[in-house]
Structures are given as structure tokens and as C-alpha cells.
């Protein structure tokens, strides 16, 4: 498992894919700093397109609302703090689950990675679980837990785990022989082995886990205000939108989602970035 | 390979048993439970229960009709979004003018899920087939056009200056140097696309639509029998797992047969 995300982490529900592309292969996509423009001009166009087939009535459909339109509603929900109210919901519960999953994730990966038995014993039924779409447990969540925030936590929290499970149990185990070599030849005890070896070792590849968690919580997040409906969230506002044949909420609504984990991606290859310099990596 | 000290390695039969202490104990647990009565019935139904369920659901062709259901979902979605994202893939990895002009607005659209796109997509066409399919066909293109792209990039300098130095037309570079190197990744490509579109089946089928093996799982939520519920994600489970595994073994054969080339 590599430490470098790769160039367009910025692909939300894809993420966790790329990471399993080769590291060197990351630069080859990257933007390049001239002829940016280029990439404005399909969404310019399109923009354009959509307005003009609005105008002019193109499709006799309520459906076909003007892009204006969907900037008059997005201001609207922004100004009268709906947009603020629902996002909150949104992200407080997704921050909840983030936590509770990574802290269980790291944990359990910790576990997995660094006892060989535990790993024996849990690693298998584990990976079997993994399996099952995450999606199917919802269902069940509801059965136990409701349809209010703690369910939605708990599926958050089951959103989280598994990636930070994994990369932290990956991690852990890839630590380079020649390190643990040289720990050996040092005389260090099994605690310093863990903490100024193993741990430091695994550190990208841990971070790699708490990111892919932050996607897919924000994923399941969007998942549980649909499946699990109850209260509010920008998942709702969709919902309603699309109840009353609001095209322009559901429009803006997937723009919000859209942003928010654009912006989430952004976030943490920030982090991960000042991270990596301060390791001197 | 692991972290920890080398300790003495416990015996083959020992090793053989551990994974399945674990399912073991909480099947045992859960037996119990239910027998004592400890859980109710309508909370956790006892593993028999489920267990028949399941045997009921495969004698009797329901199964096999709501499987059926979800296959042709995938299979289709699959491959119209695969051959997009093929495509989609194939034209920005071969021209950085196609790259320039599309993967931004590619990578904008990509940051919406699946299930941020479904009451779009439902206001357009309605709760029918065509929803399903524009889903699955969506959650496959992604990575299989990411896959693509990054495959077709990835050919060793070395290679390309070879082929450089025996005149290779353009033509032939991507014929006998890019697409054998851009193999492998294409392949995961696809397989990661094929688990992407069996996940949004699932998640598809719960929200919309009246049957499938997604539906089976709402409707049993909705009698409250959640032995149908279990069985229901059972079969997800195994079916979701034994494609995966088909496929990475057909990738590794893909792989294989591309090394004995390098």
C-alpha cells in the first residue's frame, strides 16, 4: 500500500479503486498548469445548452427548469439557513461515525496487524464480512437500532471501520524486514519496535485508511438519510425535492453533495500532504 | 511479512481450525440466545430460522426469479457503462487534448454518488428499468474509465523510446506497446466496475423498484421477517463474493499471461 493518493482522489465514491493503482502512475494524470481553460469549455457549453433549451421551451416539461432557476433556489435555501441546517445535520452525523469507526478501525486493525494469532482467529471471519455490500445492512441497522441518528451513526461507524481496518492491518504488516532488521540489531523491546517502527511505517498507510473512511462515511451518509428517513440532511433535501417534482432542489442538492466531498477530498489531501512533509517523507 | 517477533508457529491443525472459532462461537452464541429465548424472535430470528427461509426461498423459484432479476440489472448496466468508460477512457488516455477537455468536467461529475444522482435520474425516466440501468451503468463507467486512462499512461518510457527507435508509426506504438502495458489495469478496471455495479444494484433495488434480490431485503424489513431479511442478504453476500472472486481470478490469469510477455 502506497502513501501517495493518487492525483484524482478527487473521484468520491472511487476513490478507494485508485488507491489501488500503482503510486507511479499518480503524476501521469495530473493537471497540467497551462490549458486549464480547456477543461471550462464542456461545462461552459453544456451551461449554455441547458439555458438556451429552457429558454426556448424546448421540452414541454415541468422538469426543464432554467439554470437560473436552480442558482434562484440554491440562493434561497442558502439564505434562509436551510442549506446550513441540513448540512450540519448531515456533517455532525458523519463526523460522529467517522470517529467512532476510525478509533474502532484503528483498533481492530491494530489487532489484526500486530498479533498474529488474533488475526488468525479474526482476520477470515473479517474478510468475510467485508463482503457483504454495506448497503444490505441497513435493513437490520433499522430493525435494531430505529430509524433516527443513532442508526445512522452506527451505519456511518460501520462505513468508516472497514477501511481503516484494513489499511491499518495492511500497513502495519508491510513494515520493511530490514527496518524490523534493524530494530532487532538495536535491541529494541517489542513496545519501541511497535511505536518508533511499526507505527511511523504504517502512517501513510493508516491515513490512507481515515481518508478512504471520510469518503465512504460521506457516501453512507447521503445512504442512510435515504434509506433510514428520518429528521434532515442534504440527502432529505434531495429526497423532498424529488417528492414534489422539484428539479431545481434536486439539481442543487447534488451540486451541495458534490461540493461537500470535493471539498472533503480536498481537505485531507491537504493534511495529508503537510503530514507527509513534516514526516520528511 | 508480519510485524510481530517470529514465535512458534502453532501446528497445521491448529491453523486449520482458528478462522472458524470465531463464526463458531457467535453461531453458537446466537443458537443459544434464541433458544433461551434471551433474544426475541422478531429482533434476531434463530439461525435455523433463517436457514429455512432460505431453503423455502430456493424450492420454491423465488429465489432464483429475483436473482435472475438483479443479474440482468448488472449484467446490463455493466456493459453500457463499461463500454463508455472504455471508451471515455481509451480517448482521454490516448489524446491529452481529450484529457484536457473532458476529465475536469468528468472528475466534477464523479463527485456525486450514485445515490446523489437517483432522484435526477428518477425525475427524468421514472421508478422503471431504465433508472436501474442508467445507475449501474454510471457506478461502472467510473472506475473503468479511471482505470483506462491511467492504463493507457502508464507504458515505461523505455518501451516507448524503443519503439521510437524501430520507427514505430503511431499506430503501432498503441497497438504493440501502450495496450499491452494498459492490460492489467484495464482489467482491474473492469473488475472494480463490475463490484461498483453490484453494490449500487443493491442499494438501487432498496430504494426503487419490486423485485430483485435488493427488494427481497425491503420487503422482509417491511413484514418485519427479518429471517427473510438475512436470507436475503446472505445471498448478496455470497453471490457479490463469488463474482469477485471469479473475476480476480480471471485478472490474475490476465496478469499472469502479460508478465510471461514483460
Known amino acids: 500500500m502506497s502513501a501517495t493518493l493518487p492525483a484524482f482522489a478527487g473521484v468520491a465514491d472511487h476513490t478507494p479503486l485508485a488507491a489501488e493503482l500503482p503510486p507511479e502512475a499518480g503524476p501521469a494524470v495530473r493537471k497540467t498548469g497551462a490549458g486549464r481553460w480547456r477543461g471550462l469549455v464542456v461545462p461552459a457549453v453544456a451551461i449554455a445548452l441547458w439555458a438556451l433549451a429552457a429558454r426556448l421551451d424546448l421540452v414541454n416539461s415541468a422538469l426543464l427548469v432554467s439554470p437560473a432557476k436552480v442558482a434562484a433556489t440554491g440562493w434561497d435555501l442558502i439564505v434562509s439557513g436551510r442549506l446550513w441546517l441540513a448540512l450540519q445535520a448531515s456533517l455532525a452525523r458523519e463526523l460522529t461515525g467517522l470517529v467512532i469507526g476510525s478509533l474502532g478501525g484503528l483498533v481492530l486493525g491494530g489487532l489484526l496487524g500486530l498479533w498474529p494469532r488474533f488475526n488468525r482467529i479474526v482476520g477470515p471471519s473479517f474478510n468475510t464480512f467485508k463482503q457483504i455490500s454495506l448497503f444490505a445492512w441497513i435493513p437490520l441497522i433499522s430493525v435494531w437500532f430505529g430509524l433516527g441518528d443513532v442508526a445512522k451513526v452506527v451505519f456511518l461507524s460501520l462505513a468508516a471501520l472497514v477501511p481503516v481496518v484494513v489499511n491499518t492491518a495492511d500497513g502495519i504488516r508491510n513494515t520493511p524486514a530490514s527496518l524490523l532488521e534493524v530494530a532487532r540489531v538495536y535491541g529494541y523491546s517489542r513496545t519501541q519496535t511497535v511505536l518508533r517502527v511499526v507505527l511511523p511505517s504504517a502512517a501513510p498507510s493508516i491515513f490512507t485508511g481515515i481518508y478512504l473512511a471520510l469518503v465512504y462515511s460521506w457516501l453512507a451518509t447521503i445512504g442512510a438519510e435515504y434509506l433510514l428517513v428520518a429528521g434532515r440532511g442534504v440527502g432529505n433535501l434531495l429526497i423532498e425535492g424529488s417528492e414534489h417534482f422539484q428539479m431545481d432542489m434536486v439539481i442543487f442538492g447534488m451540486v451541495t453533495i458534490g461540493f461537500v466531498g470535493w471539498a472533503m477530498n480536498a481537505g485531507a489531501r491537504a493534511v495529508e500532504r503537510s503530514l507527509a512533509r513534516r514526516l520528511g517523507r | ?262
Open chain 2, 1 to 262: 511479512m508480519s510485524a510481530a517477533t517470529p514465535r512458534a508457529v502453532p501446528n497445521p491443525v491448529v491453523r486449520r481450525v482458528e478462522p472458524f472459532l470465531l463464526p463458531i462461537a457467535l453461531l453458537t452464541l446466537w443458537a443459544v440466545g434464541a433458544a433461551q429465548g434471551w433474544i426475541s424472535e422478531q429482533v434476531l430470528p434463530p439461525p435455523q430460522f433463517v436457514w429455512e427461509t432460505l431453503r423455502d426461498l430456493a424450492t420454491s423459484g423465488d429465489l432464483w426469479m429475483h436473482a435472475q432479476a438483479s443479474l440482468q440489472r448488472v449484467v446490463v448496466g455493466f456493459i453500457v457503462g463499461s463500454a463508455l468508460g472504455l471508451a471515455l477512457g481509451t480517448a482521454m488516455g490516448l489524446s491529452k487534448k481529450a484529457e484536457a477537455y473532458l476529465l475536469p468536467t468528468f472528475n466534477a461529475l464523479v463527485q456525486i454518488p450514485v445515490l446523489g444522482w437517483m432522484p435526477f435520474v428518477l425525475l427524468l425516466v421514472g421508478i422503471g428499468e431504465p433508472l436501474k440501468y442508467i445507475l449501474i451503468a454510471k457506478a461502472a463507467l467510473v472506475p473503468v474509465a479511471l482505470n483506462t486512462l491511467q492504463g493507457f499512461r502508464q507504458a515505461p518510457a523505455t518501451l516507448r523510446e524503443v519503439g521510437r527507435v524501430y520507427g514505430y508509426s503511431r499506430r503501432q506504438q498503441v497497438l504493440e506497446i501502450v495496450l499491452p502495458t494498459a492490460l492489467p489495469t484495464l482489467f482491474t478496471g473492469l473488475r472494480l466496475g463490475f463490484t461498483k455495479a453490484w453494490l449500487s444494484l443493491v442499494v438501487v433495488e432498496l430504494v426503487a423498484s419490486s423485485e430483485g434480490l435488493g427488494y427481497l431485503i425491503v420487503y422482509g424489513r417491511q413484514l418485519f421477517q427479518l429471517d427473510l431479511v438475512m436470507a436475503a442478504v446472505i445471498v448478496v453476500g455470497a453471490v457479490g463474493y463469488a463474482i469477485d472472486r471469479l473475476l480476480d481470478l480471471a485478472e490474475r490469469k490476465v496478469a499472469a499471461r502479460n508478465g510471461a510477455i514483460a
